[in-house]
């Protein structure tokens, strides 16, 4: 079972929420993890969103809306990554990433589409 | 600001090494506090970390690739590298080499190297 799970893709409508999973494996508990989110666009590199373990240890990228932000879900053993206020611009896919066991571990990435 | 470059040939032949160099402009390789990666992604794919060098030297690798890379470092160049030995197609892929403190938050544009006799 990989480490980070993310769906492979998700479609939501302009002006509305998306909501991107990024699921832990079982035994990782995702309340000890800062969880990174990238976003990447076809043809170009990742670009940083946003770290996010609790309100009190958050970080936002630099020049990112604050339309995009993070929380987890607890019981779900999983990081948020919500978008607010969908633009047409949003559409790209989205990793996750997290430092475990010495190594940085990424998610399979979300394709979100917007349309 | 910091930008990098990858270089390197394109095309490796299995069982090889595949050797990859990256420059950083804007910024002295030695200086701060950043770890310098290699990150890859095969077409259609998703990014998978392949290991980072800390400006003294110190390495992580993927333990699913450790038995094969080598990450090294010449402050005098400023430039890093990758070695992958004993390739083969799953090794084909775009790699990127990306700064970071925190996060990613420098990343060269990436270079495809593909794996074929």
């Known amino acids: 079972q990989a480490v980070l799970t993310q769906p492979a893709s998700l479609s939501a409508s302009p002006g509305a929420s998306a909501s991107l999973t990024c699921t832990l494996r079982s035994g990782i508990n995702v309340g000890s993890y800062r969880i990174y989110w990238y976003q990447q666009k076809p043809g170009s590199p990742p670009q940083y969103l946003l770290r996010y373990k609790s309100d009190s240890d958050k970080q936002q990228g630099s020049g990112v809306p604050s339309r995009f932000s993070g929380s987890k879900d607890a019981s779900a053993n999983a990081g948020i990554l919500l978008i607010s206020g969908l633009q047409s611009e949003d559409e790209a896919d989205y990793y996750c990433m997290i430092w475990h066991s010495s190594a940085w571990v990424f998610g399979g990435g979300t394709k979100l589409t917007v349309l | 600001q910091v930008q990098l470059q990858e270089s390197g040939p394109g095309l490796v032949k299995p069982s090889q090494t595949l050797s990859l160099t990256c420059t950083v402009s804007?910024?002295?390789?030695?200086?701060?506090?950043?770890?310098w990666s290699w990150i890859r992604q095969p077409a259609g794919k998703g990014l998978e970390w392949i290991g980072r060098i800390y400006t003294s030297g110190s390495t992580n690798y993927n333990p699913s690739l450790k038995s094969r890379v080598t990450i090294s470092v010449d402050t005098s160049k400023n430039q890093f590298s990758l070695k992958l030995s004993s390739v083969t197609a799953a090794d084909t892929a775009v790699y990127y080499c990306?700064?970071?403190?925190?996060?990613?938050?420098?990343w060269g544009q990436g270079t495809l190297v593909t794996v074929s006799s």
């Open positions: 990306a700064t970071q403190d925190d996060y990613f938050d420098y």
């Open positions: 804007g910024g002295s390789i030695s200086s701060g506090t950043y770890y």
